[in-house]
């Protein structure tokens, strides 16, 4: 458990971190390579809906991720985290948010930045609302990975969620996914099977279909996600 603290955002973040002993990170491998910082990818609430529901056969979300984990030296990207079963490990999507109010004061970009493998923890960090309304917090995590205090921790929550809360007020997103528009395996993919039905959005995120393995969802603390 963890106390709360609430802010203009509406959201909720950690005022005290309780470490955990079971966590992936607790058996990494000490490294003299530096690790990418890990952090949030919140998707804005007005970006959720018919337009970003993605669709993918399960055959190519599956071939991404093989792709990926080799690449990636069977491990996650940030924790280093090196499971016997990789069904531990999930392909996670990273978008870049933009907006230009001077411009488009009710629109915004998303772009597809990268796809990474991380451990599921890692990817709750990734996705805190959505991993906080399913009972699952991840602030030791995070502080344990990047080397943070708890204070550090509560301030890129507090930091992410007000973004967040500030780029869920704009009505319209337009979406750039050229990354997974070009990508050879999708490319390959579409030669094979010319009327495959497919669309980008938070795939990392679905269940059902068999796309991901994810833990069974916990009792929900809070009615709004990320």
């Not at 451990?119 to 309304?133: I, M, Q, T």
């Not at 080397?147 to 704009?170: I, K, P």
């Amino acid at each position: 458990n963890a106390l709360w603290l609430s802010r203009s955002s509406g959201r909720r973040v950690p005022t005290r971190i309780i470490m955990a002993s079971d966590s992936p990170v607790s058996s990494m491998a000490e490294t003299s390579e530096p690790k990418p910082r890990l952090g949030t990818n919140l998707v804005p609430k007005s970006a959720w809906g018919k337009k970003f529901k993605p669709n993918c056969p399960r055959e190519l979300w599956h071939a991404l991720f093989q792709y990926y984990l080799k690449e990636g030296g069977d491990k996650c990207k940030y924790c280093g985290w090196s499971p016997q079963d990789k069904q531990k490990l999930v392909l996670h999507q990273e978008w870049r948010v933009q907006t230009d109010k001077e411009i488009e004061p009710k629109k915004g970009m998303l772009t597809l930045l990268a796809f990474e493998v991380v451990c599921w923890d890692c990817h709750d960090v990734k996705h805190a609302g959505w991993s906080l309304y399913e009972n699952r917090p991840c602030y030791s995590h995070l502080a344990v990975v990047n080397g943070w205090t708890m204070e550090q921790v509560t301030q890129h929550l507090e930091d992410s969620f007000e973004s967040w809360s500030a780029h869920s007020s704009l009505g319209s997103w337009e979406y750039d996914s050229s990354l997974w528009d070009n990508h050879p395996v999708v490319q390959d993919y579409k030669k094979a099977h010319p009327y495959a039905s497919m669309k980008v959005g938070s795939l990392c995120l679905l269940r059902s279909g068999g796309l991901n393995w994810h833990p069974e969802p916990k009792k929900t603390l809070q009615k709004t996600r990320t």
